[in-house]
């Protein structure tokens, strides 16, 4: 119902009771109200049976719906060199998912960054090679453990060159998986994955620092980049009134640290400030710091936040009214780095968010997604390849690395 049809209704609505009063003093069947009449006739007056209908109407509150969902987000996803090799050696192609099926099963839909293209050749380097490229055979377990949405935005995205690229969004379109960060243009690459389940609609932005291995030196028309800033804010800016829940995505940071690096809190701050509701980081390989971010557009207006004054703020002098999450790193999920600890590590995110539904659209405007919770799950790759939930003692010192106690935020 546009609102021309509801302003004629309520011209109408309004007309109704004027002639039911107009009537009041003449009519021997009303009494005490134009709205509230008896009659011993049997037939009546079908005005007041119209008025009636309508005062029952307006009068009805309608039921609100809530809806939910939840997500998982992954870190960096690498289907080539020694992971493909494992693959190859064991003849089974869902093997990097199967310490996790069981958390990839239970979600809406999942998340992550793939650092490896899909070029459409099998051919793949098993060493310490740092040119990527994932075996179409081997992709399976992306579709199949519901990777709805993936970042293409990383410095490996150009391994294969622009067709290897290109190839790897056709085919990914294909098999019903959305792509961000990259496209066949720049606009293109900074057209968000928009994800819609249960009602809520859900919106991934990417960027990455660099395309190819070169520190970030060449340009080009195919991913969207975290230094500029500019089409950054411009693209959620665009998206957000037609998005319920806006995640910015970055590949970008200092490799092997706990800590980001000011490129990467520029982007995230930007992205919050532009009205992203989180960010989350891939690239460093190790797990980064969380912060909780106080957006400079927020009001005591905005919705509340389950994370209210948590770390966020004036140093909690002055708590913000909504602050935002900011993961920098997720580190590797399906990696084969098992020369250290930490590159074995990871950490899985588990998202839950809501919208409260109004039935009657008359009711009033459009009412925001809430992000309810974020179950943090530390993972542990075994075997070049295959990352499981970590054990109570191993999530523990996982998460002390980066200054967490608590595995749920809410």
């Given at each position: 119902?546009?609102?021309?049809h509801?302003i ?10 004027l002639?039911?009063l ?12 134009a709205?509230?009449f008896?009659?011993?006739s049997e ?11 309508a005062?029952d109407?307006?009068?009805?509150k ?5 809806n939910d969902?939840d997500?998982l987000?992954v ?7 020694n992971v493909?090799?494992t693959?190859?050696?064991?003849g089974?192609?869902?093997?990097p998912?199967?310490?996790m099926k069981e958390?990839l099963n239970?979600?809406d839909?999942n998340f992550?960054?793939?650092?490896s293209?899909?070029?459409?050749s ?6 310490g090679s ?12 992306l579709y199949?453990?519901?990777f ?14 622009e067709?290897?690229?290109f190839?790897t969004?056709?085919?990914?379109k294909?098999?019903g998986v959305k792509t961000a960060g990259?496209?066949k243009?720049?606009?293109?690459a900074?057209q ?14 990417a ?5 190819v291995?070169?520190?970030g030196?060449?340009?080009?028309d195919?991913?969207?980049r975290?230094?500029?800033i500019k089409s950054?804010?411009s693209s959620i800016?665009?998206?957000k009134?037609?998005?319920d829940?806006?995640v ?7 490799e ?6 000011q ?7 930007a992205?919050i ?6 960010v989350?980081?891939?690239?460093p ?8 971010y106080?957006?400079?557009?927020a009001?005591i207006?905005d919705?509340?936040s389950?994370?209210?004054?948590e ?12 602050p935002k999450?900011i993961f920098y790193?997720l580190?590797?999920f399906?990696?084969d780095?098992?020369?250290?600890q930490?590159?074995?590590e990871?950490?899985?995110l588990?998202?839950k968010?809501?919208?409260i539904?109004?039935?009657n659209e008359l009711q009033g405007?459009?009412?925001?997604a ?5 179950e943090?799950i530390?993972?542990i790759?075994d ?7 970590a054990n109570?003692?191993e999530a523990?010192?996982v998460?002390a690395?980066?200054?967490e106690t608590?595995n749920?935020?809410?």
């Amino acid at each position: 119902m546009n609102k021309y049809h509801k302003i004629i209704l309520a011209i109408l609505f309004t007309l109704a009771v004027l002639l039911g009063l107009a009537q009041r003093e003449q009519d021997p069947y009303i009494k005490d109200s134009a709205l509230n009449f008896k009659s011993d006739s049997e037939t009546g007056s079908a005005l007041y049976k119209y008025i009636k209908s309508a005062e029952d109407l307006a009068q009805k509150k309608q039921p609100s719906i809530k809806n939910d969902l939840d997500f998982l987000a992954v870190g960096d996803i690498m289907l080539s060199r020694n992971v493909a090799g494992t693959i190859k050696k064991s003849g089974d192609p869902l093997l990097p998912f199967s310490g996790m099926k069981e958390i990839l099963n239970s979600t809406d839909f999942n998340f992550g960054n793939l650092e490896s293209p899909i070029s459409g050749s099998n051919a793949f380097n098993n060493t310490g090679s740092l040119v990527f490229n994932a075996p179409t055979t081997y992709t399976t377990g992306l579709y199949k453990y519901n990777f709805q949405v993936l970042s293409l935005a990383n410095n490996h995205a150009l391994d294969q060159g622009e067709k290897g690229l290109f190839h790897t969004l056709d085919f990914l379109k294909e098999k019903g998986v959305k792509t961000a960060g990259a496209g066949k243009n720049l606009e293109a690459a900074w057209q968000p994955a928009v994800v819609e389940k249960n009602g809520i609609k859900i919106c991934f932005v990417a960027a990455s620092y660099s395309s190819v291995n070169d520190n970030g030196k060449a340009v080009n028309d195919f991913v969207a980049r975290i230094q500029d800033i500019k089409s950054l804010k411009s693209s959620i800016v665009n998206i957000k009134s037609n998005c319920d829940f806006v995640v910015a995505t970055m590949h970008g940071g200092t490799e092997y640290i706990t800590k980001p690096n000011q490129t990467q809190i520029d982007f995230a701050h930007a992205a919050i400030d532009a009205g992203a509701d989180m960010v989350i980081g891939h690239h460093p390989h190790w797990i980064q710091t969380i912060e909780r971010y106080c957006p400079n557009s927020a009001t005591i207006s905005d919705p509340p936040s389950p994370f209210r004054g948590e770390g966020a703020g004036d140093e909690g002098n002055n708590p913000c009214p909504t602050p935002k999450l900011i993961f920098y790193s997720l580190g590797n999920f399906i990696f084969d780095q098992m020369w250290s600890q930490e590159t074995r590590e990871g950490l899985a995110l588990k998202i839950k968010v809501s919208k409260i539904k109004n039935q009657n659209e008359l009711q009033g405007p459009k009412v925001a997604a809430v992000l309810e919770s974020v179950e943090l799950i530390p993972v542990i790759i075994d075997n070049y390849s295959t990352p499981r939930p970590a054990n109570a003692e191993e999530a523990k010192k996982v998460l002390a690395k980066i200054g967490e106690t608590k595995n749920i935020l809410k």
